[in-house]
């Protein structure tokens, strides 16, 4: 099964739970998430301005209301801008609250390939070792198929937030 396949299938499971909302950019229109939410209602995608902090910002805030937030980063190097929310709040309200609160965001972070058309160096960054060495929740790097499909599986019985990296290099591959 081809990488993006495998994320697409992932999200059209995931999507069955009602709590489940996508925020983001390009996720109602465009490329629609690289293709991986063509199978998604728009009614469930929240389409976001180019606002990477107000993205995860309302994904706590919606957490915080029971739903199941999936924030969509079509590139990584922009998960730099939400560093204050995903940092100093998501990261940190449960133990800020006494455990009295918890934030289970789910966050997708694709980082940019350089094929077909290299985008430049602000569209390819990878940032994945230093968000593990700053984030207490997991950030889980997607290498193949059937560890995209098992992780996903498995992200909405816990309450804790949690990173995906993708590889955009990866999606047309049969891994």
Do not use: W
Not at 25 to 34: D, E, F, H, P, Q
Request: net charge negative.
């Amino acid at each position: 099964m081809k990488y993006k396949d495998a994320i697409k299938q992932s999200m059209e499971e995931l999507i069955k739970d009602d709590r489940v909302m996508f925020v983001g950019y390009n996720i109602n229109y465009g490329s629609r998430a690289y293709g991986t939410l063509a199978g998604i209602p728009q009614s469930r995608c929240l389409e976001t301005p180019l606002a990477e902090n107000l993205m995860t910002s309302m994904a706590m805030g919606m957490s915080l209301q029971g739903y199941r937030p999936i924030v969509f980063f079509e590139r990584h190097d922009f998960v730099l801008v939400a560093l204050d929310s995903i940092i100093n709040h998501i990261d940190k309200i449960e133990k800020l609250s006494h455990g009295q609160y918890q934030t289970p965001v789910i966050i997708r972070a694709v980082v940019g390939s350089n094929k077909p058309i290299d985008p430049g160096l602000q569209h390819t960054q990878d940032f994945t070792e230093m968000l593990k060495s700053v984030i207490s929740f997991p950030v889980i790097e997607l290498k193949n198929s059937k560890q995209i499909i098992e992780e996903y599986a498995k992200v909405l019985k816990t309450d804790q937030p949690t990173m995906f990296i993708e590889r955009k290099n990866l999606y047309d591959l049969d891994l």
